[in-house]
């Protein structure tokens, strides 16, 4: 089993919709990262989640990690073409020195 | 500043071969990782390097791969010999902090095994 399951795997929606991706985890995590990959490039980092309901914005992506600090979600508002990409959540495991990834939720925005 | 170069980008080798994969992190970054892509799968862990010494390589597949970091500057990958499944696209990344700063990503270089 994975660590992290990340859901829904695929997500195709019409530009303006709003949308929610999930990161889940039996496991509590001292921070969670959210990265976007783009095809023939390597992940970008969006954001850090560190407290246990913490709520993060970034321009229309907005991140919460739960109070739990299990599970986050990231919540796109009127979503656009340049939206699309495969979000991925990240933690922190091993003594600091792995981070793990999440299958990854693919989300194409159609025009 | 420069980001993570990764060379090739790509290659295309047959199995038993050799091939070689380079990563040059970000300046002053002590951290560099190695994951790996297989079609279909989640980006897994390899290993990491704190400057030139091996952290932790729990995610290496087998003794075919030897990665090494000379000097703690760039960093080697190597699959002797290769097998079909090898192909994929790894992935190289380097962070200032251990496990707490963001971790910058190269493009990856795509393997494929024939």
């Known amino acids: 089993t994975q660590l992290l399951e990340q859901s829904p795997q695929f997500l195709s929606i019409q530009e303006g919709e709003n949308l929610t991706v999930y990161c889940n985890s039996s496991s509590v995590f001292s921070s969670l990262q959210w990265y976007r990959q783009e095809p023939g490039e390597g992940p970008v980092l969006l954001v850090t989640?560190?407290?246990?309901?913490e709520v993060k914005k970034l321009k229309r992506l907005t991140f919460q990690f739960g109070d739990a600090r299990k599970d986050s979600s990231l919540h796109i508002t009127a979503a656009q073409p340049g939206d699309t990409g495969l979000y991925l959540c990240?933690?922190?495991?091993?003594?600091?020195?792995?981070?793990?990834f999440g299958s990854g939720t693919r989300l194409s925005i159609r025009p | 500043e420069a980001g993570v170069t990764q060379f090739p980008s790509h290659s295309v080798i047959e199995k038993g071969q050799t091939v070689t994969l380079r990563c040059d992190p970000i300046?002053?970054?002590?951290?560099l990782y190695w994951y790996r892509r297989v079609m279909g799968k989640e980006i897994k862990f390899l290993l990491h390097?704190?400057?030139?010494?091996?952290?932790?390589e729990s995610g290496m597949p087998n003794n075919r791969f030897l990665a090494e970091r000379t000097g703690g500057t760039y960093s080697t990958l190597k699959v002797q010999p290769a097998e079909l499944e090898d192909s994929g696209v790894y992935f190289c990344?380097?962070?200032?902090?251990?496990?707490?700063?963001?971790?910058?990503f190269g493009n990856g270089t795509r393997l494929t095994v024939t």
């Open positions: 990344a380097s962070s200032q902090v251990m496990g707490y700063s963001p971790l910058h």
């Open positions: 990240a933690v922190v495991y091993s003594s600091a020195s792995k981070i793990i």
């Open positions: 989640v560190v407290t246990g309901g």
């Open positions: 300046s002053g970054h002590d951290n």
């Open positions: 390097f704190v400057k030139e010494s091996k952290q932790d």
